[in-house]
C-alpha cells in the first residue's frame, strides 16, 4: 500500500496571502509509459462531496481558478493556493491512484488568519 | 449537467446489512470506474472499492475485503455497494464517485450509514 503523508495538519493564513501544502507519497507515483503522476488534490468543505481540483499532478480541472496550482513529481508533492480567499476554507487532500489500494493523504486543514 | 445520487444509506445493527445505490447521469457511465470512498466520523477520506466499466474488475480495501460487494448495472445506469457484517468502524458517509480511470473527477452528494446497537 501506498502511504500519503500531507504537512502541515491544519494551516492558518491571511487572506490575500500564499497558502502551501505539502504531500509526501511512500513510492513514486511517476508512471514513464504514461508520462505522468498519478496524484490527485481535492478540496472537501463541510456538508458537501470533494471537489476535484487537480489531477497528473498540475493539472487543473476546468472551471478551478488559476490562484490554484499543483506541483511536483516522483514522491514530492505540492498544492499552492496563492492569494486566500475566504471561499478557500477548506479540508485539502492528496491522492494516488497509482496503484492499489487508493490512498489518500490525512488532510490539511485550511483556515483564515 | 452531471449528477450523482447515492441512496441507501440508514441506521443498522452490528452484524446487519445494508445496500447503497448510486444513480448517475449526465455522462456516459458505462465508460466509467465507478468508486465508493467513505468518511468517518471525525477522520479523513477512505477510498472503499471499485469497479470498472463493465464490471470485469473490482477492487476493495483491505478492510472490506470479504464483507463487501460492489456492481454495477449499466444499463441503469447505476453502481451499488452491498455491506454485510457491518461494525461500529463502518459509520461513515459513502459518496459515490467516477471517473474515466482510478481518478474521480464526479463526485455525488454522500448517504449516511450509521451501525449502532
Known amino acids: 500500500e501506498i502511504v500519503m503523508t500531507q504537512s502541515p495538519d491544519s494551516l492558518a493564513v491571511s487572506l490575500g496571502e500564499r497558502a502551501t501544502i505539502n504531500c509526501t507519497s511512500s513510492?513514486?507515483?511517476?508512471?514513464?509509459?504514461?508520462?505522468?503522476?498519478?496524484l490527485a488534490w481535492y478540496q472537501h468543505k463541510l456538508g458537501q462531496p470533494p471537489k476535484p481540483l487537480i489531477y497528473?499532478?498540475?493539472t487543473r480541472e476546468s472551471g478551478v481558478p488559476d490562484r490554484f496550482s499543483g506541483s511536483g513529481s516522483g514522491t514530492d508533492f505540492t498544492l499552492t493556493i496563492t492569494s486566500l480567499q475566504p471561499e478557500d476554507v477548506a479540508v485539502y487532500y492528496c491522492q494516488q491512484f497509482y496503484s492499489g489500494p487508493i490512498t489518500f493523504g490525512q488532510g490539511t486543514r485550511l483556515e483564515i488568519k | 449537467e452531471v449528477r450523482l445520487v447515492a441512496s441507501g444509506g440508514s441506521l443498522v445493527q452490528p452484524g446487519g446489512s445494508l445496500t447503497l445505490s448510486c444513480a448517475a447521469s449526465g455522462f456516459d457511465f458505462s465508460t466509467y470506474w465507478m468508486n465508493w470512498v467513505r468518511q468517518a466520523p471525525g477522520k479523513g477520506l477512505e477510498w472503499v472499492a471499485n469497479i470498472k466499466r463493465g464490471g470485469s474488475e473490482k477492487y476493495y480495501v483491505d478492510s472490506v475485503k470479504g464483507r463487501f460487494t460492489i456492481s454495477r448495472d449499466d444499463a441503469k445506469n447505476s453502481v451499488y455497494l452491498q455491506m454485510n457484517s457491518l461494525t461500529v468502524e463502518d459509520t461513515a458517509i459513502y459518496y459515490c464517485?467516477?471517473?474515466?480511470?482510478?481518478?474521480?473527477?464526479?463526485w455525488g452528494q454522500g448517504t449516511q450509514v450509521t451501525v449502532s446497537s
Open positions: 497528473a499532478a498540475s
Open positions: 513510492q513514486s507515483l511517476f508512471s514513464t509509459p504514461k508520462n505522468k503522476n498519478f
Open positions: 464517485a467516477g471517473g474515466g480511470g482510478w481518478y474521480s473527477d464526479y
